[in-house]
């Protein structure tokens, strides 16, 4: 639940994560645990079966946003020293949160929008300009692909369309996407994904809509 005084406490900030909370383990709740860098907050659960923590939520409350923590392990613990968060795992391993490289190598990431779609499904669309605004530096690389599906179990075929390399530091700049791919659809996602440190400072993207009925398009 989130409280913030002077009125009941809600729980529908979960809402987007709740198909993973039902799956907790019930009998293992006393070992879920949580801990927080200052600005995230993170809480790794024991799930289906599992005594102990099998998946970690990261949740963002500026953004009020979650995501699955994308690591090769589980914390088991977590402890804040100063300004510093530190992760423990299973295996002994003690890990120090914060900077742009996982020991030196850069952290592959992605994300994926949802599928956007005309007021009117009777409606076709064409995806015809697409630009991105982003922070890449040095070494860094984005990937830009698209997917004209809607398929209900979230596995898409996604075609790569555009991949930014940086040679010299890209500051806060307007990327055009060429989208010769884009053809009529009733949906379109986008999905960003690379390596190393990125920024995303804005998505924008230009439809053309084809209304069929009398008269034609």
């Given at each position: 639940?989130?409280?913030?005084?002077?009125?009941?406490?809600?729980?529908?900030?979960?809402?987007?994560?709740?198909?993973i909370?039902?799956r907790?383990?019930a009998k293992?709740?006393?070992?879920?645990?949580?801990?927080?860098?200052g600005?995230?907050?993170?809480?790794?659960?024991?799930?289906?079966?599992?005594?102990?923590?099998?998946?970690?939520?990261?949740?963002?409350?500026r953004?009020?946003?979650?995501?699955?923590?994308g690591?090769?392990?589980?914390?088991?613990?977590?402890?804040?020293i100063?300004e510093?968060?530190?992760?423990?795992?299973?295996?002994?391993?003690?890990?120090k949160?914060?900077?742009?490289s996982?020991?030196?190598?850069?952290i592959?990431?992605n994300?994926e929008t949802?599928p956007f779609?005309?007021?009117?499904?009777?409606?076709d669309?064409?995806?015809?300009?697409?630009w991105?605004?982003?922070?890449?530096?040095?070494?860094s690389?984005?990937?830009?692909?698209?997917?004209?599906e809607?398929n209900?179990?979230?596995?898409?075929?996604?075609?790569?369309?555009?991949?930014?390399?940086?040679?010299?530091d890209?500051?806060?700049?307007?990327?055009?996407?060429?989208?010769?791919?884009s053809?009529?659809h009733k949906f379109v996602?986008?999905?960003l994904?690379?390596?190393?440190?990125?920024?995303?400072?804005?998505?924008?993207r230009?439809?053309?809509?084809?209304?069929?009925?009398?008269?034609?398009?």
């Amino acid at each position: 639940y989130r409280y913030a005084g002077g009125s009941m406490p809600s729980k529908d900030f979960t809402l987007p994560v709740q198909a993973i909370m039902d799956r907790v383990n019930a009998k293992a709740w006393k070992n879920v645990i949580a801990g927080t860098d200052g600005e995230r907050y993170y809480i790794s659960l024991p799930l289906d079966n599992d005594q102990y923590p099998s998946l970690t939520l990261e949740y963002d409350p500026r953004f009020d946003t979650w995501n699955i923590w994308g690591f090769n392990f589980v914390p088991t613990a977590y402890a804040r020293i100063a300004e510093t968060m530190y992760v423990g795992a299973s295996n002994s391993r003690v890990v120090k949160m914060g900077g742009t490289s996982n020991g030196g190598t850069n952290i592959l990431w992605n994300m994926e929008t949802k599928p956007f779609a005309s007021s009117s499904l009777a409606a076709d669309n064409r995806l015809y300009r697409l630009w991105v605004v982003a922070t890449v530096p040095i070494g860094s690389t984005l990937r830009v692909s698209i997917s004209n599906e809607d398929n209900p179990d979230g596995v898409l075929d996604w075609e790569l369309i555009h991949t930014v390399t940086a040679d010299v530091d890209v500051q806060a700049q307007p990327i055009i996407i060429p989208v010769n791919q884009s053809f009529r659809h009733k949906f379109v996602s986008i999905r960003l994904e690379g390596s190393g440190p990125v920024t995303i400072h804005e998505i924008t993207r230009q439809e053309r809509t084809f209304r069929m009925g009398i008269g034609g398009v």
